[in-house]
């Protein structure tokens, strides 16, 4: 027998992350080990009454065509997927990769380009109901140093949880978000401020990723000044950059260095222009996400982190940073971090304030 | 390593069948056993500069899906795949299912409607360059009553072959049929009559199907008369229709009987107006194909046999009867069955007169 938490998974994916309607056509984007899941979330949109069509989207036969083919192939945006999802009302992404580091023999700016063919894409799905979530795979479990059965309870632990309390929670900070100019932060090797002056904060309380659990926005471009260093490391399609310090000066990366995979952090700040500008503005609120698994999903919303990410902006927020990429990098709290809004502090000592 | 003749399958598909050019979209359809196939397809794509998507036609998703919808979702053509097919060059259907029974418990009705659903498509792809072809499965050995080793040299030694000097000795019956008005088949519990008088004889040498190797055409759809058995099964989403018996008056069916199935014999001819008469006539011309496999693309081609299929006639032949479904029903010839083309001999006796 199947576990039962899979269709329980597939039901608050299709219905309270994505509001499945009557007569909506739902792409759902999957490799072959997130079957299982799709298997259920297309029997919850087909007694819904909606329609469901899936691409397989397998690293190996992207890999494939990415290493055959020429520069000017790898470049071109695929216009019959960008119609296709002009036409439908509902993405959902699945990630159940069978190894997280199929991509990571191809040469950097083969990714870079391939990367930039597919930006036009996010800017139509941004105007759709979407949601990205995850299926336990050996392979993912592999990188959070679990076995599957625990990474299985840690991924239904996160995700099968009331999304209406976690909410409520959330709203606490998003009020004093709005009200906000200036954020400073604190902790190791870390001085930074920039403004949020405007901008709207945005609760991810389990819709747009499953799990949900952070409050964000996007800074003004022009905004930050100072240092930062990011001690969680970064996956990038199988590669890992580790350490990342990065220096603003009025918003623009002046200065990047990484422990480890220095070399793929220039070439993704090398991307276009807006790589070099802050997109995002996160604090990881999900308390359930108690350790690091390597997993971006559930990492920028782990509690006591903050993350930022270079590249494209939320419009939804405010934000005005376009460009084809948008890399979060995490930076741990707990331990000697703080968070001022307008001078005044809001998390200290591994703890808001009203906490 | 990988066995070397999926990548040659690959090449085949993508530059013989497909002639897949720069530039190109193509669309795979796959279920998860054919990835093998469908990574050198990307692979062979790529280097020639073409684009690919691949689509998830994983039986177990569809199942769910239709198990949980309503009639009227089924029913409805999926309008973003249309819309899909509709922006693509190439569509390349790879066979490769992990269970042919996996639909055999979705009620009859639910298959005639969801099949239904899907003829506008049909349509579309007609326009376009399109392949169907196999790759090997352990349930399609299974069905084959094959060893997975030998069901997978099966297929490649009916695969991997000189199309252009099968395509010559088909000629030649092209050429005799393209002059032929009357044709008249006999053999067990078999006598009827049928007229192709100004269609085209169409010769897969691989093109649409691989393996190919037929020659066939769409009869006038008014002009059969008489009765035909046919002894090789039918598999229709993992039913099995057998010994079909069918009486044609004028060219419409007026009397059906099979031996096994024959509830879902009448399912099918009651899907529409055209689904009672014919839309190809075909004569099996593939002598490396030397064993029946109850798998269309294989058995039809198989020497030694005649086919004929009730439904959606081929327009590229001539054919005008439209239908949603087009299925292919076939007989073996070798004991005791006759062909004439204008009351003159052509097959008789397990051979072909000008053999």
Same mark, same amino acid.
């Given at each position: ?135 336990? !795979?050996?392979?993912? %479990?592999?990188?959070? &140093?679990? $076995? @599957?059965? /625990? ?5 239904? *632990? +996160? ?94 990366? !002046?200065?990047?260095? %990484?422990?480890?995979? &220095?070399? $793929? @952090?220039? /070439? ?5 222009? *807006? +790589? ?80």
């Amino acid at each position: 027998l199947a576990d039962p938490r899979i269709a329980e998974h597939a039901k608050i994916v299709v219905n309270h992350s994505c509001k499945v309607k009557k007569g909506d056509a739902v792409l759902v984007l999957t490799s072959t080990e997130g079957i299982p899941l799709v298997r259920e979330i297309a029997s919850e949109v087909g007694r819904i009454g909606g329609q469901i069509l899936v691409i397989l989207q397998e690293e190996s036969i992207r890999r494939a065509h990415v290493l055959a083919a020429g520069d000017d192939v790898i470049g071109v945006t695929p216009k019959p997927l960008q119609q296709l999802i002009e036409g439908i009302d509902v993405l959902i992404q699945v990630m159940a990769t069978s190894n997280t580091k199929e991509m990571s023999d191809i040469p950097p700016h083969k990714m870079m380009l391939s990367a930039r063919a597919m930006g036009p894409l996010f800017l139509i799905i941004e105007q759709k109901r979407w949601n990205i979530t995850l299926h336990p !795979t050996p392979a993912l %479990a592999q990188d959070a &140093g679990k $076995s @599957l059965e /625990a990474f299985t309870d840690f991924v239904y *632990g +996160a995700t099968l949880v009331d999304w209406s309390a976690m909410e409520r929670k959330m709203q606490v900070l998003a009020d004093k978000m709005a009200a906000t100019k200036k954020v400073r932060i604190v902790g190791k090797e870390t001085e930074i401020s920039l403004s949020i002056e405007g901008r709207m904060p945005i609760i991810d309380s389990g819709e747009k990723n499953l799990p949900g659990g952070e409050v964000f926005t996007s800074p003004l471009e022009g905004s930050a000044n100072g240092t930062i260093y990011f001690d969680k490391p970064i996956m990038y399609y199988g590669r890992e950059i580790k350490g990342v310090h990065l220096t603003f000066e009025d918003g623009y990366v !002046t200065e990047q260095r %990484a422990e480890v995979g &220095g070399e $793929s @952090l220039d /070439a993704l700040l090398g991307t276009d222009e *807006g +790589a070099r500008r802050l997109g995002e503005l996160g604090i990881g609120m999900n308390r359930g996400i108690t350790e690091f698994s390597k997993n971006i999903l559930f990492d920028e919303k782990m509690g006591d982190t903050i993350h930022m990410a270079v590249g494209h902006a939320f419009e939804a927020a405010g934000g005005r940073n376009k460009s084809d990429i948008h890399i979060d990098m995490i930076k741990g709290m707990k331990e000697g971090g703080a968070i001022y809004f307008d001078d005044e502090p809001v998390y200290i000592n591994g703890k808001f304030v009203w906490e």
